[in-house]
């Protein structure tokens, strides 16, 4: 085995270090030896910086790195900028890896060579408190999936992306090819739109993951999803509440219909951007959002949608805005 080929990079901003220290402790507990991989925190401009709090002294080729720019695209870029290997593996910080994760990555990244990027098992724990039964249908929301026990991978034709694939790699525990990840950061260089897909700070913005896959798709890597990859989504009290998925799924499904538009996949169609406020009362009504926590999160995904769709662009820049 070449001496040291993966990249893991942890990104976080003020992290809660009870759950980052057993983030950090499930890489120390990896099967394949330290000296085969390096790791990267990226500090996203913490209020406190994490230098002194965070040991990694354990690991021979280890670095922590205060990226002032705010927001996850920008310090997963700054990771892969640091980054000296040409197989990368993301893990967020609230992210508890199987230990053999980053064995299970590297093989897979040496079998399926037209693979760009891959995902597996991402499961919820929810520590100290239990849920309630209806959570289980939002886990997605979450960052969390089980798609069962077999390989999925994406088929390539002429670099067309018609469909998105539904076991594409989600954030959490993204493995991905430096050359992917290089081509889709060139392409997104001059965009401001795309670049502050990601989390920032407490916005729940999100879809830069879904903007890495298309990108990928359409310069012919395949993806895949390795149930042999599991992972644990560490999730608090906090965000299983029908406030907090409410607000995820407005801006998950705000920011996947306006990545659709951008790449030209957009199944549905725009809409006037005045009628946006009537459609979301109307849409209260449909959905019933008063009767229960359920009702409530998926009349906020229907506001998500109207406002994806209800954008005005500006093919000069490819700006957004509602």
Request: charged letters at 25%.
């Amino acid at each position: 085995m070449e001496n040291n080929i993966l990249s893991v990079i942890v990104c976080t901003y003020n992290p809660n270090l009870e759950i980052l220290n057993r983030v950090i402790l499930s890489l120390k507990s990896q099967t394949l030896q330290s000296e085969h991989w390096e790791l990267i925190v990226i500090d996203n401009n913490s209020t406190e910086p994490l230098d002194t709090k965070l040991d990694l002294n354990w690991h021979p080729n280890s670095k922590i790195i205060i990226e002032k720019n705010q927001g996850l695209a920008l310090a997963r870029i700054r990771g892969v900028k640091e980054s000296a290997n040409e197989f990368i593996v993301f893990i967020d910080d609230d992210n508890v890896a199987n230990n053999e994760y980053l064995n299970n990555s590297l093989q897979l990244f040496t079998k399926y060579e037209s693979v760009g990027l891959f995902g597996g098992k991402a499961l919820p724990n929810y520590l100290e408190h239990t849920p309630a039964d209806w959570i289980k249908g939002y886990i997605g929301l979450l960052g969390c999936r089980d798609l069962g026990e077999k390989e999925l991978i994406s088929t390539i034709e002429d670099k067309k992306v018609d469909e998105y694939p539904y076991f594409s790699p989600i954030g959490t525990g993204m493995c991905i090819r430096k050359k992917v990840f290089l081509t889709y950061l060139n392409e997104i260089e001059n965009s401001n739109f795309r670049k502050n897909l990601g989390r920032k700070g407490a916005a729940l913005t999100s879809g830069e993951d879904n903007d890495i896959v298309i990108t990928a798709l359409k310069s012919g890597w395949q993806v895949g999803y390795f149930p042999q990859l599991l992972i644990e989504h560490i999730i608090p009290e906090k965000r299983t509440t029908k406030e907090y998925l409410g607000k995820m799924n407005q801006a998950q499904n705000k920011s996947w219909i306006q990545l659709l538009l951008f790449h030209a996949i957009c199944p549905w169609s725009q809409i006037p951007k005045w009628s946006v406020p009537l459609r979301k009362s109307k849409a209260f009504f449909t959905y019933k959002a008063w009767t229960n926590q359920e009702a409530f999160i998926k009349w906020k995904g229907a506001c998500g949608l109207y406002e994806g769709l209800g954008i005005e662009i500006t093919k000069e820049s490819y700006f957004f805005s509602i």
